[in-house]
């Protein structure tokens, strides 16, 4: 192995030992000092781990840190990222701060040895590759700086740097993987400045909030946790849910730049379709465009004025588009990192944008609150099993298990649920009979049928396959009247589908004349 060094004037950094950063902000210097105590007094494999919010200038604080570590223990320093974009972005912070180092990639094949301390950046898997090929010599390494720390991809290449201290940065110190928690590989937990404290202090704009209530009865999650991209694409691919995204737009967005962030291609490029024919400028990007396209399409956002872009899976980390105006989240997401990382894409400050707009279309605020909103980080990095599984019960609690077949034979309704337990207990509350619940449901049935269908035997077909729906809102209603018998339950559940047919019969045939809400039993 060769030392982990640079021989040419280009990578030799030059630095000052002054401690202080005019060009810091207070918070952000109050928090490099308060690292730099910690490593000072602490032993020479510690791992720190260190939050801030999006917007709160993260890479600024740790390329600080970079800098300030060389110049006062003239070791070598390792920046690990998980994106390329983000290796740019660090080196080019870095560079801006005097601090000149190398990004190692696919095309470094060799480090010649030097004398001077130097800084390196680089992606996981690419650094892993050049430690196993003999290229890089991790024990010439003083201190490990990990972008993103509640990714995983990190921990395993920890055991190869034995000479170092390691500090985490991360918005939202809650790792991404439950069987991982930041705790076995983090002593310590440093909080920066809030959320709300940034948005006071004048550096973040400040939020404006609305939310539309989804039925998510249809989304299912997958192996990770977070909802499956299947079951995304067809709710949010319905016609209902993108006449509704429109609206939402046009009501709280029209003429404004505007980033829209979906969980499936499909959905994404059907937004952008919806969008362009109601003669709007739109344009989409997901990780298959190419690195051409992707910076043109940026540039295009950049430059226009009332530009929207629809996009999945690459706006999250390593983009800064300050002039953007509202967020909409056009998603339910189970990640908290996630959702602070979206929202983080529209809070950047400008001298003309003191506040932007969030767009909820996936009841997000409800699972985790308003982006703003304070949180004890200390004791979710302490305690993350327990705060896991209070998401846990928050996203199971909103679904009973409609399924993405029931969901997809009706696009063009948004609600397909009815609470009867709440619905029995207001009728109850207001003096009503319990029996007008089951009329209200039967009502709400009726209408899911005719708004999908064009005939009277389409909409019989449909309320055949509410069946087991039908079944379960009869238990739920059996729950709410007590000890019932299952004769009684039987009758119910036959006399609710003859009253369904009925209506939808008697309905569509004079649709002409009678509009579905003007229905009553």
Avoid at 18 to 46: E, S, T, V
Avoid at 50 to 61: A, S
Avoid at 214 to 229: C, H, K, M, P, R
Avoid at 236 to 244: D, G, I, T
């Amino acid at each position: 192995m060769t030392d982990m060094l640079m021989n040419d004037d280009q990578n030799t950094v030059e630095v000052n030992s002054n401690n202080k950063a005019a060009d810091l902000y207070p918070y952000q210097q109050r928090d490099l000092d308060k690292l730099f105590d910690r490593i000072q007094h602490r032993d020479k494999q510690a791992c720190l781990l260190y939050q801030l919010p999006t917007g709160g200038g993260k890479t600024r604080v740790f390329a600080e840190i970079a800098k300030r570590f060389i110049a006062d223990y003239q070791q070598n320093v390792v920046v690990l990222t998980h994106r390329i974009e983000l290796c740019n972005q660090t080196s080019n912070v870095l560079k801006k701060l005097g601090v000149n180092n190398k990004t190692i990639n696919s095309t470094v094949k060799r480090l010649p040895k030097v004398t001077a301390a130097t800084c390196y950046v680089a992606m996981v898997e690419t650094l892993r590759n050049r430690i196993k090929d003999g290229i890089v010599n991790p024990a010439t390494v003083g201190l490990v700086i990990i972008d993103e720390a509640h990714h995983n991809s990190f921990q395993k290449l920890l055991g190869k740097f034995t000479n170092a201290m390691v500090i985490g940065v991360t918005a939202t110190p809650f790792s991404s993987n439950a069987d991982m928690p930041m705790y076995k590989t983090y002593q310590e937990l440093i909080v920066g400045e809030t959320i709300n404290d940034l948005i006071s202090g004048g550096f973040l704009a400040k939020p404006s909030n609305w939310r539309y209530d989804v039925e998510l009865n249809s989304l299912a999650t997958g192996i990770n946790g977070d909802f499956t991209i299947s079951t995304s694409d067809a709710l949010y691919s319905s016609p209902a849910m993108l006449e509704l995204l429109l609206h939402a737009y046009e009501s709280h967005s029209k003429n404004k730049k505007t980033l829209i962030f979906n969980n499936g291609i499909f959905t994404s490029r059907n937004v952008c379709k919806y969008f362009e024919d109601a003669g709007y400028a739109i344009k989409h990007l997901d990780n298959h465009t190419s690195s051409t396209e992707r910076a043109e399409i940026l540039q295009w956002f950049k430059k226009t004025k009332n530009a929207i872009l629809t996009s999945v899976s690459i706006l999250t980390t390593g983009f800064d588009e300050p002039t953007v105006q509202t967020v909409i989240l056009n998603r339910a997401t189970t990640s908290i990192t996630l959702y602070h990382q979206m929202i983080g894409r529209g809070a950047r400050r400008l001298p003309n944008k003191k506040t932007f707009s969030i767009i909820d279309m996936g009841n997000n605020t409800d699972r985790f609150g308003e982006w703003q909103a304070p949180l004890d980080w200390q004791l979710i990095f302490e305690r993350p099993e327990a705060f896991a599984e209070s998401l846990h019960t928050q996203t199971a609690g909103e679904a009973h298990g409609i399924s993405p077949d029931l969901r997809a034979k009706f696009p063009n309704t948004l609600q397909l649920s009815f609470d009867i337990q709440q619905a029995y207990q207001q009728a109850i509350d207001e003096n009503q009979k319990g029996s007008t619940v089951i009329r209200e449901s039967v009502r709400q049935h009726a209408i899911m049928c005719m708004e999908n269908s064009n005939s009277v035997s389409e909409a019989l077909a449909l309320t055949d396959d509410l069946e087991k729906e039908i079944d379960w809102r009869i238990k739920q209603y059996a729950k709410c009247l007590g000890k019932v018998t299952k004769n009684y339950t039987d009758w119910l559940k036959q006399d609710y589908k003859n009253k369904l047919k009925t209506m939808v019969t008697k309905v569509m045939q004079k649709r002409n004349t009678v509009e579905p809400t003007a229905l009553s039993a």
